[in-house]
């Protein structure tokens, strides 16, 4: 690990440690990102790493984002450090987010539209947004993210050359899933992690077959997270409308 990243890291776990609320962290969080992203001999160490010595590019795990590099996970859970690659003219859907959120644009610029959620959440898959800030974030320039409805934005490329942005997350408020939002279509739905999204479609999947709720049933009996019994719950309740 380069040094000037080494320090970074030890400088947001004192930070994180303090318990301070999240306006707070954030405000004395962004001087120490910025700091780092002043130089980028440390980013060219992770790139040696990952293209000559190879070690830790096998150690990243499939996300829901390809582009996602995965730099440092502090002990304690208390922050995560990511790396994200944009090709050019490439964007995310618009997403919320599990945790506070600091995002600077490190290669090239970024753009960020910001959404609010204007309907109250309480039907199912159906969300109205309404767009409220688009900036273009130049080099070492810093936006932020809050957990949940706090937090709906996308980020786009809109250049003909590799962008990156470097990305710090706080602890997690709500864990397993993001939401990704549609907003012509007026919707909203769950996303999960690769692992997850398999054991997902299959529960769907079971639900739709008029003979699955056994199957649903008996699985139920396994310790899952809450947002999986929650699929699983929805599944049965397709499959008995479905059932003979």
Known sequence: ?????EKFCHRFQELTEKNENISVTLEKGIPIVQELISS?????????EALIERSWLKQQQPTLWPNEL???RSPDQSFLVLAYIWEPFSADAIHDHGSWGIVASFINDIEEVKFRRQDDGTVAGYAELEETVT????PGEITCVLPLNAGIHQMENLSGEIAVTLNVYGRTVRRGYLQYFD?????????YP??????????RTAGVMGSGEDILKGALVNPLPDYVKEEYEAAITVSKRRAP
Do not use: N
């Open 70 to 72: 995965t730099l440092y």
């Open 183 to 191: 907003r012509e279509r007026k919707a909203v739905k769950r996303v």
């Open 194 to 203: 690769p692992r997850t999204y398999k054991q997902v479609l299959m529960v």
């Open 1 to 5: 690990m380069h040094k000037d990243f």
């Open 40 to 48: 980028d001999l440390w980013f060219r160490d992770f790139l040696k």
């Open 135 to 138: 900036r273009v974030l130049k």
